[in-house]
């Protein structure tokens, strides 16, 4: 499986991207994918989660109601809207993906993750 992330850039603290991530190779009729985040010299950190089927989401605090993952099946694709960022939102994103199901507690752990995207940097600033 290989995952291709894009959509970062940079944005003016307030300002909305859509990040993008698109599997190839095989694909699963259930399965997790999350989004991680890592900013200079702080570790990589959750940030939103989307389980299938059937479909339930998680998001890390910081993000909640301004962020929203949504997954398209027939694409296989993952996207992240990101709205009234900040500039605390500056990072590389990252998005990981793995067949299993995982339970809710799971989501946010790194290591439960088979597969990895290349990143995508976000950089919010005035």
């Known amino acids: 499986v290989q995952l291709q992330a894009s959509g970062g850039g940079l944005v003016q603290p307030g300002g909305s991207l859509r990040l993008s991530c698109a599997a190839s190779g095989r694909t699963f009729s259930r399965g997790t994918t999350g989004w991680f985040r890592q900013a200079p010299g702080k570790e990589r950190e959750f940030v939103a989660g989307v389980k299938w089927s059937p479909v339930y989401t998680r998001y890390a605090d910081s993000v909640k109601g301004r962020f929203t993952i949504s997954r398209d099946g027939a694409k296989n694709t993952v996207h992240l809207q990101m709205n009234s960022l900040k500039p605390e939102d500056t990072a590389v994103y990252y998005c990981?993906?793995?067949?299993?199901?995982?339970?809710?507690?799971?989501?946010?752990?790194?290591?439960?993750?088979?597969?990895w995207g290349q990143g995508t940097l976000v950089t919010v600033s005035s």
């Open positions: 990981a993906a793995t067949p299993a199901y995982l339970i809710w507690s799971s989501l946010g752990r790194t290591v439960e993750y088979d597969y």
